[in-house]
C-alpha cells in the first residue's frame, strides 16, 4: 500500500523555523520526483519545491521561497525533507508532498504550518 505521511508541522513565530519529513512506503522511494506543494486558505495549490529521482542533485524552488527553504531527500530512509528558515505569516497553509514518475502520482494527507505571533 502506497503511503506519504507528513510530519513536523505546527505553529512558528515569524522569523522562525521548522523541517517537515515527508514518510514514503510502498513504492521505490527513489524513482520518484518529490515536490513539496502548499495550500493557503481560499488560494490555489502551489509548488513549493521538487527534487529530482535518484541523487536528487537537481532542486528547484518558487520564487516566493528566495532562498529560505531547503528540499532534500534520504533514499535509505526513504524520507523527504523540506527545511524553513525565516518563516513569514504568508508561508501559513497545509503542506503535502508529491511523488511523481511519468506513470503514477501519490499524494500525502498534508500537514499544517501557521506562522503567527
Known amino acids: 500500500q502506497v503511503q506519504l505521511v507528513e510530519s513536523g508541522g505546527g505553529l512558528v513565530q515569524p522569523g522562525g523555523s521548522l523541517r517537515l519529513s515527508c514518510a514514503a512506503s510502498?513504492?521505490?522511494?527513489?524513482?520518484?520526483?518529490m515536490t513539496w506543494y502548499r495550500q493557503a486558505p481560499g488560494k490555489e495549490r502551489e509548488l513549493v519545491a521538487t527534487?529530482?529521482?535518484?541523487?536528487?542533485?537537481?532542486?528547484s524552488y518558487a520564487d516566493s521561497i528566495e532562498g529560505r527553504f531547503t528540499i532534500s531527500r534520504d533514499n535509505t530512509k526513504n524520507t523527504l525533507y523540506l527545511q524553513m528558515n525565516s518563516l513569514k505569516p504568508e508561508d501559513t497553509a497545509v503542506y503535502y508532498c508529491n511523488a511523481r514518475t511519468l506513470r503514477n502520482d501519490y499524494w500525502g494527507q498534508g500537514t499544517q504550518v501557521t506562522v503567527s505571533s
Open positions: 510502498g513504492f521505490t522511494f527513489s524513482a520518484y520526483v
Open positions: 527534487i529530482s529521482s535518484y541523487r536528487g542533485t537537481t532542486t
